[in-house]
């Protein structure tokens, strides 16, 4: 392998395109995320290795240069990766990977788990897509639609520290208005399931900025008694949110 993840002879391996492939446009930078954390965590670029320039990558991923750029500075801020100028520059896999604590105790728990996590995930993506459009189904009341905003608010408001916190209150929020105690309940129950490992993961900020627009389109879908929209605006949420739990805990 050359130090761009490639074979000797310059043809891309299998593993290379399998890893740097096209990425969905709804989650474009955590499945970028997801993506070069694959190629780090699969040795396609081992320790000490240069990743692909970012137009080769931005090329094969088919995102924007800014959103890779972005995905390469939140792993740079994790620990995986390192620039370094000069002839000879780039973006290089870090020698020594980060091994938290928390993240190694979440990864532990999802090998546990694991047919469960699978089982946890796909329980939370039809209880909280089908509660997005039975919300977005019933006749709110104005204390109701006020709530709602109100958490939206309150988690685009909110800290580092407490964004989690707030995010989870937003979307049981979302359930409670459904009218459904039993739904609401199970919302909780399988976002309890998976807390551990979704506090292993790194805030960046790009990912949270994409959260709270999401936030808003789903709570907009909502207000606006669109089930099509607000099912379809849940279930692309969701699946950026996969996508980095995957990637941080494969």
Known sequence: MTSQGLP?????????????????????FEETVERLLQAIK????????RLPSERDLAARFKVARETLREAIRALAE???????RGRYGGTFVRAEQPSGRSRGAARRTAEQMGPELDDALLLRDVLEVGAAGAAASAPLSQTERLHLRGRLEECAGSSVDDYRRMDSRLHLAIAEVTGSASLTAAVADVRMRLNEMLDAIPLLERNMRHSNAQHTRIVDAVLDGDADAAR??????????TALLRGFLS
């Open 42 to 49: 699969l040795g396609v670029v081992a320790p000490g290795e």
């Open 8 to 28: 000797d002879d310059g043809a891309p391996s299998r593993a290379d395109e399998a890893v740097f492939r096209p990425v969905r446009e709804g989650n474009a």
């Open 232 to 241: 379809r605006a849940m279930a692309e949420h969701l699946d950026g949110t």
């Open 78 to 84: 994790a620990g995986y990766v390192e620039s370094r």
